[in-house]
């Protein structure tokens, strides 16, 4: 089935950098693209970036537009967010999402997310 | 996109009928969806292009609109609903609205 597991969540400073990924099973990884959606504690989902099926096509929040930069392996079936200038209000839970067909933007299937903490 | 959503929160019984707006701050056509969130889970689509339910989601969920004006209706409440729904624009981009808490009466 369907698995998008993200990793690399944790604690950093304000000004800080920090890299997540996340592995993907269970579906043709290339075929789909794939977002980066974050949940701030008590908060609502706030929608942060895609990536097309091929890696061409990267889009971006304004809120971590310059700041965050998606990218993905489809030879090792993961995708990347590296996140630079970490501030206290990227402090959330991201998760990593399907498209349900490449190029919707309809998510199927969310992964379980992983915590960032931005905090001194 | 800017996405609004009425109520922030509403409170319910099991077996009534509950309806969430969505409005979207342009003509999104139908390129609205609808997810289920419930704390320590991961989302879950029910509703895609506004008004179709997604495989293995209940009946009682459907959703309906056009243009910038949305809605999600639960036509008779199940225990297994009390959760925060979220709409979400796919016409450019993405964003969600802020989103519908449904708790217990």
């Known amino acids: 089935q369907v698995q998008l597991v993200e990793s690399g969540g944790g604690v950093v400073q304000p000004g800080g950098s920090l890299r997540l990924s996340c592995a993907a099973s269970g579906f043709t990884f290339s075929d789909y693209g794939i977002h980066w959606v974050r949940q701030a504690p008590g908060k609502g989902l706030e929608w942060i970036s895609v990536i097309s099926f091929e890696g061409s096509n990267k889009f971006y929040a304004d809120s971590v537009e310059g700041r965050f930069t998606v990218s993905r392996d489809n030879s090792k079936n993961t995708l990347f967010l590296q996140m630079n200038s970490l501030g206290p209000e990227d402090t959330a839970v991201y998760y990593c999402a399907k498209d349900q067909d490449s190029g919707t933007y309809i998510i199927d299937y969310w992964g379980q997310g992983t915590l960032v903490t931005v905090s001194s | 996109i800017q996405m609004t959503q009425s109520p922030s929160s509403l409170s319910a019984s099991v077996g009534d009928r509950v309806t969430i707006t969505c409005r979207a701050g342009q003509n999104i056509d139908n390129y609205v969806n609808w997810y289920q969130h419930k704390p320590g889970r991961a989302p879950h689509l029910l509703i895609y292009?506004?008004?179709s339910l997604q495989t293995g989601v209940p009946s009682r969920f459907s959703g309906s609109g056009s243009g910038t004006d949305f809605t999600l209706t639960i036509s008779s409440l199940a225990p297994d609903d009390f959760a925060t729904y979220y709409c979400?624009?796919?016409?450019?981009?993405?964003?969600f609205g802020p989103g519908t808490r449904v708790d217990i009466k």
């Open positions: 292009a506004a008004s």
């Open positions: 979400q624009q796919s016409y450019s981009a993405s964003s």
